[in-house]
């Protein structure tokens, strides 16, 4: 009896948490295979996911239809989901982050600035809950990498608080 309740209970779980987050997709990329009837196509599908209150996450999903890889991508992120440190409406700081040939730039801005931030670094931002932020690509423009850079710089950002705490000042 306890079974077919905590079954019933699970789908509602689920419904919550995709109706909490927003999923965006950034790329889709398509692969061939030639083989001796001809060719298979595969896709994969680059996502981010976030509440646009300082969660966010990406995934890459494969499969061989592009609505399937856009679903596995959705999970991934939601398995990957980490907090964004945000100062009212922007980041607390300056920060710089590289991950391969992609180099990103975030700077916070005064409010009513809006979110001037270009390519696969857009949605992360605004999804992660960033109303006003100056934000700069630098080198590669290949969507994964710059996604992978940008969460590489989210981490690196620090509260104030966080900051006062590893000092010993509070």
Known sequence: MSFDKSRKDAPAKEEREQSDTEEVVISINRCSKVVKGGRNF???ALVVVG????????GYGKANEVSDAIRKGGEAARK?????PLSGHTIPHT???KFRGSKVLLRPASPGTGLIAG????P????GGVVDVLAKSLG???PANVVKATFRAIELLKTKEQVLEKLGKI
């Not at 390519?119 to 857009?122: F, L, N, Q, S, T």
């Open 119 to 122: 390519g696969a670094m857009r």
């Open 140 to 142: 590669s423009s290949n």
């Open 51 to 58: 509440d646009h209150k300082g969660k966010v996450g990406f």
């Open 80 to 84: 990957n989901m980490i907090a964004m």
């Open 95 to 97: 920060v710089t982050a």
């Open 42 to 44: 595969s896709f994969g």
């Open 124 to 127: 992360v931002l605004n999804l």
